[in-house]
């Protein structure tokens, strides 16, 4: 989430559900992938976590770390 705040229950089933319908349209395969770090609002660098999604939708999860 790009929110500052914490989402509420409902802004959370809304993003699982944007999550699921947009998986569930793809034609041949999927790929996901998640950074983990990101500038947050006024440049500040942040660690962030791989989306509960994604462990939810079941996939298997190939976790490839790089650096730059």
Do not use: C, H
């Not at 790009?2 to 089933?13: A, K, N």
């Not at 809304?14 to 992938?33: G, H, I, P, Q, Y």
Request: hydrophobic letters at 35%.
């Amino acid at each position: 989430f790009d929110s500052e705040e914490m989402p509420g229950r409902t802004e959370i089933e809304e993003s699982r559900r944007l999550a699921f319908v947009a998986v569930t349209r793809a034609k041949d395969r999927v790929m996901l992938s998640y950074s983990l770090k990101r500038k947050s609002w006024g440049g500040k660098t942040v660690n962030v976590q791989q989306s509960p999604f994604i462990a939810e939708m079941g996939f298997p999860v190939n976790k490839t770390k790089t650096e730059n």
